[in-house]
């Protein structure tokens, strides 16, 4: 079964870049033709997907947040990195990583406040 865990840092000041990772055991993140996805879930508000990697690498962003979003992996560690620049109070929010197939992790909340 495939499991996922996020980590990071909870609190980032504003302007900062936030850093997540997300770390996958139980399956290959290079294999099976699947994506692996951060969506994130602001206070109060839905689901909002942020971007996804590719078994091979490719990536994919939410348009609204393209310029400030950058998504990477470690295939020798089986983790992806999320990388979001520029943070507001408006990035408050609960961060999942999560497998096309539907696995995902637990969440990991993450606060921008100085």
């Known amino acids: 079964q495939v499991q996922l865990q996020e980590s990071g840092p909870g609190l980032v000041k504003p302007s900062q870049t936030l850093s997540l990772t997300c770390t996958v055991s139980?399956?290959?993140?290079?294999?099976?033709?699947?994506?692996w996805s951060w969506i994130r879930q602001p206070p109060g508000k839905g689901l909002e997907w942020v971007g996804w990697?590719?078994?091979?690498?490719?990536?994919n962003y939410n348009p609204s947040l393209k310029s400030r979003t950058s998504i990477s992996r470690d295939t020798s560690k089986n983790q992806f990195t999320l990388q979001l620049s520029s943070v507001t109070p408006e990035d408050t929010a609960v961060y999942y990583c999560?497998?096309?197939?539907?696995?995902w992790g637990q969440g990991t909340q993450v606060i921008v406040s100085s």
């Open positions: 999560a497998q096309q197939g539907g696995y």
């Open positions: 139980g399956g290959s993140i290079t294999a099976n033709y699947y994506s």
């Open positions: 990697i590719s078994y091979v690498g490719n990536t």
